[in-house]
C-alpha cells in the first residue's frame, strides 16, 4: 500500500463546493469518479481544503492510498474523464504518515475585483464599480498580522476547535482597472476571506472607520461583519507542505 497526493486546479463555479455532498456535483466526488473509471476501483481521497460553492482553486491537494500500479501517464488519462472545469496537475509518492490536510504549513488565497464591467472576467471575478480609498484597505490589511483570534469572522454554522489563525502576510494590490487581496494562514475559517473583504470595502468607502474595523475584530461578533461578497472573486493560489515531493 502507497499514498498518493493527487495537484489540482479547478473552477468552481459549476460545483456546489469541494467536498461530497447528496444530490451535489462537487469538485472531490468528480476525482473520485475519475480514479474509479480509469483503476476500476472505489478510491477514497480526503482533502486539503474545503472550498465553498463557488469558489475557484490555483492549486488544492488531496491524498489516497492505493496498492495498484499508479503512473504518471495516468495523469493524462483522468484528465481525459474528468470535466474540463478540473485539471489533475500532478500525482506525488508521499510517506504513509503525510496528511494533505493536517500537513499543510501554509495556505494561500486571493480574491478579484474589477472596477470596470468585463464581460471576460464574469465569474472569475467582482465586479465592483464604487470609489475605495487604498490606503484604508491597506491600513486595515497590515492589521490582520497583529490578531489571532479571527471568531467575527467566521460563520457559526461550522464546528471547529479554536478561531485563532496565524495570518503571515495580508496585502492589496492595485492595478488600473482591477485590485486584489492576497493573504497567507496557517489555516482560515468558513467564510473568513469573504467577510475579511466585504468589511475591508466598507473601510475603504468609508462606511465604517478603521476604529470601528478595530471593534469588530475585538468583538467576536459575526453580525457586524458584511459577508455578502460573491464567491467566484475567490482563489485558493497555493498550498505549502513539508518536503514531500
Known amino acids: 500500500m502507497k499514498r498518493y497526493f493527487i495537484e489540482v486546479s479547478y473552477d468552481g463555479a459549476a460545483f456546489g463546493g469541494f467536498q461530497i455532498q447528496i444530490n451535489q456535483q462537487t469538485i472531490q466526488g468528480s476525482i473520485e469518479n475519475a480514479l474509479a473509471t480509469l483503476y476500476r476501483a472505489p478510491i477514497a481521497l480526503t482533502g486539503a481544503s474545503r472550498t465553498d460553492a463557488g469558489v475557484h482553486a490555483l492549486q488544492n491537494f488531496l491524498h489516497f492510498d492505493s496498492a495498484l500500479d499508479i503512473q504518471a501517464k495516468h495523469i493524462y488519462n483522468l484528465n481525459a474523464i474528468l470535466p474540463n472545469s478540473i485539471v489533475i496537475k500532478g500525482m506525488y509518492e508521499v510517506p504513509m504518515e503525510a496528511h494533505a490536510r493536517f500537513d499543510a504549513i501554509k495556505r494561500s488565497y486571493l480574491y478579484k475585483i474589477h472596477t470596470f464591467k468585463n464581460p471576460f472576467l464574469e465569474g472569475r471575478s467582482w465586479y465592483y464599480p464604487y470609489p475605495v480609498d487604498h ?3 491597506q491600513a486595515a490589511a497590515d492589521s490582520l498580522l497583529t490578531y489571532s483570534n479571527f471568531e467575527s469572522f467566521s460563520k457559526k454554522n461550522t464546528q471547529v476547535n479554536t478561531f485563532d489563525c496565524k495570518v503571515s502576510k495580508a496585502y492589496w494590490h492595485w492595478d488600473t482597472q482591477d485590485f486584489s487581496f492576497h493573504i497567507d ?3 482560515f475559517l468558513r467564510g473568513m476571506i469573504r467577510g475579511l473583504v466585504g468589511t475591508m470595502l466598507q473601510v475603504g468607502r468609508g462606511i ?4 470601528q474595523w478595530h471593534e469588530i475584530i475585538a468583538t467576536k461578533d ?6 455578502s461578497t460573491p464567491a467566484h472573486g475567490l482563489y485558493l493560489s497555493a498550498i505549502e507542505y513539508p518536503s514531500y515531493f
Do not use: T
Not at 208 to 211: P, R, T
Not at 222 to 227: A, C, G, R, S, Y
Open 185 to 187: 494562514s496557517n489555516r
Open 208 to 211: 465604517i472607520s478603521l476604529e
Open 222 to 227: 459575526e453580525q457586524k461583519v458584511d459577508f
Open 135 to 137: 490606503d484604508l484597505m
